[in-house]
């Protein structure tokens, strides 16, 4: 599965900034997609995911700031992001993981979020 994400850039803090991600190819009709983050110097992180049953999970740091979600066809996933704050500045990715078949997630290429005044 080819995953292109899109939507990242410079934004003050206390701003917004939405990510999309598009899946192509193989799909699985049952998965999980969502958004990881690398800071400079720090390991991969998870930000929220959502499963096709609509079921979400979010790290505790960007609960209620943040909000996933999927396009109807399930085939796009969206990370809108609200109050930013300079600890969010990270690449982020997206990941597709297809339920039962972890061998065959896929990640996209990343797109950087900045945070600065």
């Known amino acids: 599965v080819e995953l292109v994400e899109s939507g990242g850039g410079l934004v003050q803090p206390g701003g917004s900034l939405t990510l999309s991600c598009a899946a192509s190819?193989?799909?699985?009709?049952?998965?999980?997609m969502g958004w990881y983050r690398q800071a400079p110097g720090k390991e991969r992180e998870l930000v929220a995911t959502?499963?096709?049953?609509?079921?979400?999970n979010y790290s505790e740091s960007v609960k209620g700031r943040f909000t996933i979600s999927r396009d109807n066809a399930g085939n796009t996933v969206y990370l809108q992001m609200n109050n930013l704050k300079p600890e969010d500045t990270a690449v982020y990715y997206c990941?597709?993981?297809?339920?039962?078949?972890?061998?065959?997630?896929?990640w996209g290429q990343g797109t950087q979020v900045t945070v600065s005044s």
């Open positions: 190819g193989r799909i699985y009709g049952i998965n999980v």
């Open positions: 990941n597709y993981k297809p339920w039962g078949h972890p061998e065959l997630q896929s």
């Open positions: 959502q499963a096709t049953t609509r079921r979400t």
